[in-house]
């Protein structure tokens, strides 16, 4: 399978078989133009929405007629089964930007958690709920979202294998988050890639926790 990070909070998740996934959307046009990424214009089968921001649930974005993934609970696409978890967008139960929903689904073997907007680190009945994972998509910019320090505690929860940040700074991103270099300040087994997509295999994935920052395709 192969994870393709198209900026922001979007990547493209494809299967061996074909199957495609693209998660939260962004709308360029939103927000006085902070977001600088290039437009979504990839097809998908499904896409998944975390909530309803325009940086994260523009689905009319992605082509090829999707299936929608949206709130807690369970959905099936094609051969694919996601897991929806009712989190929060911040640390007050919602009251200051809302509920997040965080998606766990299976690619080929490989178990994926996105975050979303997940604006606090989730309690033992949500642990429970999303369970060990193999790849976290996870946010680290603060301000919307859990920081560095909170990403690699709910990384360590979770007991992730590999790690892609996302919702950082980047020079395509006016938003008021913090870069990436927080994040991997002091951490083991760092990858940058030179790419905006790592290919897995389930019975290859390492034995100690990687953080894989890829290049944004947009």
Not at 75 to 100: A, L
Not at 193 to 198: A, F, G, V
Request: aromatic share 8%; hydrophobic share 40%.
């Amino acid at each position: 399978m192969k994870i393709t990070w198209l900026g922001h909070s979007a990547f493209l998740v494809e299967s061996d078989s074909g199957v495609r996934v693209i998660t939260d959307p962004y709308d360029v046009s939103a927000y006085g133009g902070a977001i600088k990424y290039e437009a979504i214009s990839e097809e998908a089968d499904a896409v998944t929405v975390s909530h309803d921001h325009p940086d994260h649930g523009f689905v009319k974005a992605v082509k090829g007629n999707p299936m929608v993934v949206k709130g807690a609970g369970k959905f099936v696409v094609k051969d694919i089964e996601f897991m929806g978890v009712q989190t929060m967008h911040d640390e007050s139960g919602g009251s200051e930007r809302g509920k997040n929903v965080v998606f766990v689904f299976t690619v080929d073997g490989v178990r994926i958690c996105h975050l979303g907007d997940l604006g606090h680190i989730p309690n033992s009945e949500q642990l429970s709920q999303i369970g060990s994972v193999d790849v976290l998509l996870a946010p680290i910019g603060g301000y919307f979202t859990i920081g560095a320090e909170e990403a690699w505690e709910v990384a360590e929860k979770l007991n992730a294998r590999v790690v892609i940040p996302m919702h950082y700074k980047t020079e395509k991103i006016g938003f008021p988050i913090a870069p990436i270099d927080e994040f991997l300040k002091w951490k083991p087994n760092v990858k940058r890639l030179d790419s905006p997509y790592i290919e897995l295999r389930a019975d290859s994935l390492p034995s100690e926790r990687e953080i894989v920052v890829l290049r944004h395709a947009k």
